[in-house]
T-cell receptor, first 111, second 115 residues
Framework: GIQVEQSPPDLILQEGANSTLRCNFSDSVNNLQWFHQNPWGQLINLFYIPSGTKQNGRLSATTVATERYSLLYISSSQTTDSGVYFCAVVKGSSNTGKLIFGQGTTLQVKP | DAGVIQSPRHEVTEMGQEVTLRCKPISGHNSLFWYRQTMMRGLELLIYFNNNVPIDDSGMPEDRFSAKMPNASFSTLKIQPSEPRDSAVYFC?????????????FGQGTRLTVV
């Protein structure tokens, strides 16, 4: 099956710093999503981005499908950004939307 | 729409008991997924349905686990008998799947503790 690798596994930032999270995948995809799992365990949709670039406030994401990677940028980080960030993909040949997750990046933003 | 609704939010049960987790997907969505999250294994897909039909249950751990989707607005995940190693957070997700793909949304999860 398709492999999804995220890096770094852990990240500690000072409030106000910027960061880049990476997601590599081993096959073509027709769906890629970024999620934030907050400290209460909720999975929050950040971006649906199978290709191209999107921005939402301090967060932006870029997916280069031909090179099989996606990046999530967090600017001017805040303590509320803490949690785990997941990348999840649907394989390009899939006809049912089976979403496969990476292992996540755990982010801690210190005040 | 209220989003994907799961119940209960928390469940504590004794080993050997039957546990039933419930999910109401977003209205109009045609795909439903059950995931399990543990520290050791991360988020793993247990089973998914497309148009109420189970498409792939290869992630279901063993015969103690079963899932049903009797209609487009309701699904259950049952564990019988439950064991301590089943303790985890169980998520349900739904999407409107089509040729171009679409976004999946998750419920708030059910935290299951088997003692």
């Amino acid at each position: 099956g398709i492999q999804v690798e995220q890096s770094p596994p852990d990240l500690i930032l000072q409030e106000g710093a910027n960061s880049t999270l990476r997601c590599n995948f081993s096959d073509s995809v027709n769906n890629l999503q970024w999620f934030h799992q907050n400290p209460w365990g909720q999975l929050i949709n950040l971006f649906y981005i199978p290709s191209g670039t999107k921005q939402n406030g301090r967060l932006s994401a870029t997916t280069v499908a031909t090179e099989r990677y996606s990046l999530l940028y967090i600017s001017s980080s805040q303590t509320t950004d803490s949690g785990v960030y997941f990348c999840a993909v649907v394989k390009g040949s899939s006809n049912t939307g089976k979403l496969i997750f990476g292992q996540g990046t755990t982010l801690q933003v210190k005040p | 729409d209220a989003g994907v609704i799961q119940s209960p939010r928390h469940e504590v049960t004794e080993m050997g008991q039957e546990v039933t987790l419930r999910c109401k997907p977003i209205s109009g969505h045609n795909s439903l997924f059950w995931y399990r999250q543990t520290m050791m294994r991360g988020l793993e897909l247990l089973i998914y349905f497309n148009n109420n039909v189970p498409i792939d249950d290869s992630g279901m751990p063993e015969d103690r686990f079963s899932a049903k989707m009797p209609n487009a607005s309701f699904s259950t995940l049952k564990i019988q008998p439950s064991e301590p190693r089943d303790s985890a957070v169980y998520f349900c997700a739904s999407s409107l799947w089509g040729p171009m793909g679409t976004e999946a949304f998750f419920g708030q999860g059910t935290r299951l503790t088997v003692v």
